[in-house]
């Protein structure tokens, strides 16, 4: 095969990190494939998609919503909470009841944390903050609570803040059903043959990860973000897990459930059609 640049979009956060190390380090006989990072966060990478930028991306199962015309979600690499998710947290102790009269810090309103906060709260007052940002902007004062993402979930406790609810649990108890929060998704326009090629390197990727643990955790320190490698190890099993290896028919019903809650509760301004590869 011909040498060909495929642009990976993922967050900088351990997990991607973690997940994507083996097919970005050269680590895999990717057969002419030359995979180009480009690391953004999460609602950057929602709103790139919108315009269909990146060939394979990490995407807010919300914004897929948004996109379901320009990408298929790919079976593998998707983040799902096992009765854990997206925290809310707050400067005091606080009920849930009280998120609705005060103001919250979220990390985008495309985000999947953000879409699951509004089917628990329906309305409430928000300002979107870059997600690291959150917890120093909860501690000071400058909002009420936050809505917590990738490590601010393990790290919140070292600003003092006080846990209000967890999106994870929450969901698991209404549904039974693990959280689905990010996938990967990929252009239907690169057509099946590519395709074809690209899914099973992902799943080779991530399952060189797990069984290269040490070296792997190694390169997601670098997006830890005040986190030690212990912790790190931590923050990657909470989301690379056996949902990321195939995230099978359960996890493909979650997509589906969220999603159609969204559009029921006005959300999403249309049902959408999911495709899976």
Avoid at 41 to 46: A, D, K, M, S, V
Avoid at 109 to 127: D, G, P, Q, V
Wanted: proline fraction near 5%; hydrophobic fraction near 45%; aromatic fraction near 8%.
């Amino acid at each position: 095969m011909e040498p060909r640049e495929i642009t990976l979009g993922h967050s900088p956060d351990p997990d991607d990190a973690f997940m994507f190390y083996a097919l970005t380090r050269g680590k895999l006989d990717t057969g002419g494939l030359i995979f180009k990072e480009v690391v953004e966060g999460i609602e950057q990478l929602n709103h790139r998609a919108v315009e269909g930028e990146l060939t394979i991306t990490a995407l807010s199962v919300h914004a897929y919503g948004y996109v379901a015309d320009k990408y298929a979600l790919l079976p593998c690499g998707g983040s799902f909470g096992d009765r854990v998710g997206p925290l809310v947290v707050a400067r005091r102790p606080m009920t849930v009841g009280e998120l609705a009269d005060v103001r919250i810090g979220v990390p985008g309103t495309m985000t999947s944390a953000y879409l699951l906060l509004k089917l628990l709260l329906t309305n409430f007052r928000f300002e979107v903050l870059p997600f690291d940002q959150i917890p120093q902007a909860v501690m000071e004062g400058k909002v009420d609570a936050g809505l917590l993402i990738h490590e601010g979930q393990i790290t919140y406790e070292k600003f003092g803040l006080h846990p209000v609810v967890d999106l994870g649990q929450w969901w698991y108890a209404d549904t039974g059903l693990p959280v689905p929060l990010g996938v990967n998704a990929i252009r239907k326009d690169m057509g099946q043959e590519l395709i074809k090629k690209i899914v099973p390197l992902l799943s080779e990727s991530i399952r060189y990860a797990l069984s290269h643990r040490v070296e792997a955790v190694a390169h997601a320190m670098q997006y830890a973000r005040g986190m030690d490698a212990e912790s790190t190890d931590r923050f990657v099993g909470m989301y690379v897990n056996d949902w990321t290896l195939d995230m099978g028919e359960k996890g493909k019903e979650a997509i589906a459930r969220l999603l159609a809650r969204g559009h029921r509760a006005g959300l999403l301004p249309r049902p959408v059609s999911i495709e899976f590869v």
